[in-house]
């Protein structure tokens, strides 16, 4: 059998002028232009700078993208370019490396939650394979794990770990607006909720085919909140919304954030996790970062009490530990949301 080196899409596509067969995705998920919407059509921006600071407008803005999107692109957020530039150079780097060095780089851990993968995390269960490489790991604030983390490109561990404080500052920040808006205490997400961030980079080699393959099948994130960078120049990420799939164009400065199952869920279906999915180009590399913030795992994911006015409202979701709602999501994916749903 072939040894993750060997299956990293970066390590063999350049020999190829069509995509394998394994690659090609059944003709309804493939990235047609049927259900293309216009493209002046795109998701809400939502200013998070000092100069248009009313608050309570930011909190309406970025309640309502939440509740009709679930997605939604924040500019002027404070994160310093040069910091997000580097963040993007040392990912780049990385996945510039010699295939068994980025594989040796993230097998570390010695229960594997620092890791590289190519697909999906399910590679030997993937019937169809996705056109990526991704390497995710905790990022906890603690430093905790970094020790696993990869050490080259040399400055990895010091960029990514600003990057990840600056992530949980935003991540944050987004939260208590989106808790002032919910009418939940604004510090609601800042304890256990938000324990557990996890980064999840990817690395979309160029597709011969576009047509043929996705980078990443229809989803919703298992988040609360999901941060994600992605390139300038480069599109390849789309929201399905009312039917039809948006392409979220890259804005200069901005982060993409969407809402996650877990915040549908506290948020009793008020906030909408979003489907999404990522399509390949046949001309450039995409890389993309991801920063989702979990939960630890014992926490229990429900309906926030206090959104069930003194039980005069009926929860639309059952309750659940956190690591279980992860477990019973990857193993009965997608079937899993449907039975989370009170009938
Ligand atoms: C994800 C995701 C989008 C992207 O990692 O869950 O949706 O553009 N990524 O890479
Ligand atoms: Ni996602």
């Given at each position: 059998?072939e040894?993750?080196?060997?299956?990293?899409v970066?390590s063999?596509?350049?020999?190829?002028?069509?995509?394998?067969?394994?690659?090609?995705?059944?003709?309804?998920?493939?990235p047609g232009?049927?259900?293309?919407?216009p493209?002046?059509?795109?998701?809400?921006?939502?200013?998070?700078?000092?100069?248009?600071?009313?608050?309570?407008?930011?909190i309406k803005?970025?309640?309502?993208?939440?509740?009709?999107?679930?997605?939604?692109?924040?500019?002027?957020h404070r994160?310093?370019?040069?910091?997000?530039?580097?963040?993007?150079?040392?990912?780049?780097?990385?996945?510039?490396?010699?295939?068994?060095?980025?594989v040796?780089?993230?097998?570390?851990?010695?229960?594997?939650?620092?890791?590289m993968?190519?697909?999906?995390?399910?590679?030997?269960?993937?019937?169809?394979?996705?056109?990526?490489?991704s390497?995710?790991?905790?990022?906890?604030?603690?430093?905790?794990?970094?020790?696993?983390?990869?050490?080259?490109?040399?400055?990895?561990?010091?960029?990514?770990?600003?990057?990840?404080?600056?992530?949980?500052?935003?991540?944050?920040?987004?939260?208590?607006?989106?808790s002032?808006?919910?009418?939940?205490?604004?510090?609601?997400?800042?304890?256990k909720?938000?324990?557990?961030?996890?980064?999840?980079?990817?690395?979309?080699?160029?597709?011969?085919?576009?047509?043929?393959?996705?980078?990443?099948?229809?989803?919703?994130d298992?988040?609360?909140?999901?941060?994600?960078?992605?390139?300038?120049?480069?599109?390849?990420l789309?929201?399905l919304?009312d039917?039809?799939?948006?392409?979220?164009?890259?804005?200069?400065?901005?982060?993409?954030?969407?809402?996650?199952l877990?915040?549908?869920v506290?948020?009793?279906?008020?906030?909408?996790?979003?489907?999404?999915?990522?399509?390949?180009?046949?001309?450039?590399?995409?890389?993309?970062?991801?920063?989702?913030i979990?939960?630890?795992?014992?926490?229990?994911i429900?309906p926030?009490?206090?959104l069930?006015?003194?039980?005069?409202?009926?929860?639309?979701y059952?309750?659940?530990?956190?690591?279980?709602?992860?477990?019973?999501?990857?193993?009965?994916?997608?079937k899993?949301?449907?039975?989370?749903?009170?009938?």
């Amino acid at each position: 059998m072939e040894s993750l080196d060997q299956r990293l899409v970066s390590s063999w596509f350049h020999g190829h002028s069509s995509v394998p067969p394994t690659y090609v995705q059944p003709l309804e998920s493939r990235p047609g232009c049927r259900f293309m919407s216009p493209s002046c059509m795109s998701i809400p921006v939502i200013d998070l700078g000092d100069r248009h600071n009313d608050r309570a407008d930011t909190i309406k803005h970025i309640l309502k993208a939440s509740e009709q999107y679930g997605f939604f692109q924040v500019i002027n957020h404070r994160v310093s370019k040069d910091l997000v530039e580097e963040t993007l150079n040392v990912f780049k780097e990385f996945h510039a490396m010699p295939p068994k060095e980025k594989v040796n780089e993230c097998s570390k851990d010695p229960i594997g939650r620092c890791k590289m993968y190519t697909s999906s995390e399910n590679y030997e269960k993937d019937a169809i394979k996705y056109w990526k490489d991704s390497l995710t790991h905790p990022c906890p604030p603690s430093g905790e794990y970094m020790q696993y983390w990869p050490d080259k490109p040399t400055k990895y561990r010091e960029v990514v770990g600003k990057y990840t404080q600056e992530m949980r500052k935003l991540g944050h920040e987004i939260l208590e607006l989106l808790s002032e808006g919910l009418g939940l205490d604004p510090s609601y997400f800042h304890g256990k909720l938000s324990k557990n961030p996890q980064v999840l980079q990817h690395h979309y080699p160029p597709c011969p085919e576009p047509s043929l393959t996705l980078g990443i099948a229809k989803h919703r994130d298992t988040s609360i909140i999901t941060i994600l960078l992605q390139e300038q120049d480069v599109q390849g990420l789309q929201v399905l919304k009312d039917g039809e799939w948006l392409r979220v164009d890259p804005i200069p400065n901005a982060f993409v954030v969407n809402i996650g199952l877990l915040l549908q869920v506290i948020s009793n279906g008020r906030l909408v996790g979003a489907e999404h999915r990522v399509v390949t180009n046949s001309t450039m590399a995409r890389t993309s970062v991801a920063y989702f913030i979990y939960p630890s795992l014992k926490t229990i994911i429900e309906p926030a009490q206090c959104l069930l006015n003194n039980g005069t409202t009926l929860p639309m979701y059952k309750s659940m530990p956190f690591g279980e709602f992860r477990t019973s999501f990857l193993a009965k994916f997608p079937k899993f949301e449907e039975e989370l749903r009170f009938k």
